[in-house]
C-alpha cells in the first residue's frame, strides 16, 4: 500500500516505510522530526520542472505528463519504492502545502497505474 503525507504531518505508526521525495529538504524541519526512512531525492522533478510548475494549480495538468515522462527513465527508483510497498505501507512524503498538486500525488499514480499494467501484463502472458 502507498499512502500520501506531507512530511509536516505528525509521523504516525501506520505510516510504515516513510520516503522523502522531495529534491529540496523541507524548510525548519529537523531530520529527526521528520522521521524520514529514506530520502530518495533522485526520484523528483527536475528542477527545470519543479521551478517552471511553481505549484500554479492551471499548470497541473501538464506538469503531470511532463513529471510522468521523467519517471518513465527513473527506473531504479521506482523499482525502490515499489520493493518497499511489496513488504509493507510506504507513505511518501512531500513539503508542499497543496496536497493535491505535488509530484507525491503523480508519483503515486504512476506508481500504481504501472503495477496495474504490469499485473495485465501477467495475466495475459499466462493464457
Not at 506531507?6 to 504516525?12: A, G, K
Not at 521528520?34 to 506538469?63: N, T
Not at 510522468?68 to 509493507?88: N, P, Q, S, T
Amino acid at each position: 500500500m502507498i499512502k500520501i503525507k506531507r512530511v509536516y504531518d505528525q509521523p504516525e505508526s501506520g505510516d510504515g516505510f516513510r520516503i522523502l521525495v522531495d529534491r529540496i529538504w523541507p524548510r525548519g524541519l529537523s531530520k529527526g522530526k521528520a522521521d524520514v526512512d529514506l530520502w530518495l531525492k533522485e526520484i523528483a522533478p527536475s528542477d527545470e520542472l519543479r521551478k517552471w510548475f511553481g505549484h500554479e494549480p492551471e499548470k497541473w495538468p501538464e506538469f503531470r505528463q511532463r513529471y510522468a515522462a521523467e519517471l518513465d527513465a527513473k527506473h531504479d527508483e521506482v523499482a525502490a519504492i515499489r520493493e518497499h510497498a511489496r513488504k509493507g505501507t510506504v507513505t511518501l512524503l512531500f513539503g508542499a502545502r497543496d496536497d493535491q498538486h505535488n509530484n507525491a500525488v503523480v508519483l503515486k499514480e504512476y506508481i500504481e497505474s504501472k503495477r496495474a499494467r504490469k499485473g495485465k501484463a501477467r495475466k495475459a502472458a499466462a493464457r
